[in-house]
């Protein structure tokens, strides 16, 4: 059986979230109209958390509408930073978090319109 440490979960939540609300009040990537909106709706920073139970894993769901990935492949790469003061860990930390804990991370841009998704699969009991 797998042991869940909560306070490495708690990292991994963190940094993710965190990563969404910068990318959605990055403000070059807002002022703009998007795909799904126009004028001021489509710039207001937003982000999305969700969660379902799909067979025996939790899937949790974050979207933002930031700008989106511009290397998708970088991602995950430690000390890859597209943020001026980023460190480039929080990625791939919250990527072995998740894998140690027998589940994944992925990320990819939004279908139609601007922004994010990261999708974190952790299995439960």
Known sequence: MLMVDPDQIEQMLINLV?????????????????????????SKPRVTVSWRVDGHSIVLTIDDNGPGLLNPSNA???FYTTKPAGSGIG???????????????????????????????????
């Not at 990527?95 to 990261?118: D, K, Y």
Request: include cysteine; charged fraction near 15%.
């Open 76 to 78: 995950f790469v430690p």
């Open 91 to 125: 990625l791939a930390l919250s990527r072995q978090i998740a894998e140690v804990h027998g589940g994944s991370i992925e990320l990819s841009n939004l279908n139609g319109r601007r922004g994010c998704q990261v999708r974190v699969r952790l299995p439960c009991s």
């Open 18 to 42: 965190r990563n969404a609300v910068e990318a959605a009040l990055d403000l070059s990537s807002n002022t703009l109209p998007s795909a799904s909106g126009t004028g001021a709706e489509a």
